[in-house]
């Protein structure tokens, strides 16, 4: 396996490892054209972002994103995980692991001092998964406005 960064020509690789993605978040439906807007915004300017991919004998089989935001609670810079897919074939075999610790790691080295996630309240396995990262669960929720 080899962790790499993203560019353009992966796009059609990580659109469906996103559509993969939002099948299991009750939050999100796919949509070409605005997943595809948002990957080009991602990679147009990736001075605070970073979107690796895992790539298996040439195949991209995972992707994960982390944004630097400013936190005024830390005082500093926190990372937003925003995106983590492994194709549905290469699950269970390390590589969401080895591309969450990937962006960690970019995260901390451009100065974030936490990190932070959404997941869907009802994916267990997802939730499972990032416990065993040592992620914690917090007292806050997310709220959005459209």
Known sequence: ???????EADTDA?????KELFRKEADFRFDETRQRRGLEMMLAEQKNRCLML?????????????????????GNFS???ED?????EYQARGIGSALLKTVEKW?????A???QLLADRNN???????????????QLICLRKK
């Not at 990580?14 to 996103?18: D, G, I, P, V, Y």
């Not at 983590?84 to 549905?88: D, E, I, M």
């Not at 416990?131 to 669960?137: D, G, M, S, T």
Request: aromatic share 8%; net charge positive.
């Open 14 to 18: 990580m659109l469906f490892l996103l």
């Open 84 to 88: 983590l897919s492994v194709h549905p």
């Open 113 to 115: 001092s936490r990190l």
């Open 54 to 74: 895992a790539e298996i004998n040439g195949r991209v089989v995972g992707m994960c994103s982390v944004q630097l935001l400013i936190s005024t609670a830390e």
């Open 1 to 7: 396996m080899k962790i790499r960064y993203a560019s």
């Open 124 to 138: 267990e396995t997802a939730l499972d998964f990032y416990q065993k990262q040592h992620w914690q669960r917090t």
């Open 79 to 81: 990372g937003l995980v």
């Open 107 to 111: 995260a901390v080295s451009q100065g």
